[in-house]
């Protein structure tokens, strides 16, 4: 594991810090999002991206969540979180909603974040595990970081828009 990086389970009282990396994390990609679709489009398609994924992290961190949420420390200081979904029926895990603070990207956090994700599933049984991504240049570093924990091949996927 990285040197002064410590990965455990949620407690409450971190949410709102995981706002806050969620929130710096994922503006580049949003505004990738607004960008590569227009304005006139991201008005509409994009309107509550950002207050859903809030939900959505709110939703994972719920009590008696279906999914497990861990919180990564960098030297004491909460710097990144990787939501895993265990679905025992299919034996597939799922590394789902994640984010590494900006501040502490580049450093192999979000590389330790995966390896305890996959020990996990490992650990419960999964015979496999996935992971999705967006095909745009904002999720590079993304698809960089998964391919680098050793998932692949990828399922190429889009979302087409038209103004009506």
Sequence with gaps: MTEGVC???????????????????????????????????????????????AALLDSLCAPGAASEVYVAERKGEV??????TLDRDAGLGEIGLNAVHPGHQGAGLGAAMYAFALDRMKEAG???????????????????????????????????????
């Design 79 to 84: 710097a990144g979180f990787c939501s895993v």
């Design 126 to 164: 999964m015979k496999a595990a996935s992971v999705g991504t967006g095909g745009d240049a904002s999720h590079a570093p993304a698809r960089r970081a998964y391919e680098k924990a050793g998932f692949g091949p990828g399922v190429p996927s889009m979302h087409l828009y038209k103004l009506l």
């Design 7 to 53: 990965i455990r389970l949620f407690k409450p009282g971190d949410l709102s810090r995981l706002h806050e990396i969620r929130e710096a994390a994922f503006a580049p990609v949003f505004a990738s999002f607004r960008n590569i679709v227009g304005e006139k489009i991201a008005s509409v398609a994009f309107a509550g991206a950002e207050q859903e994924q």
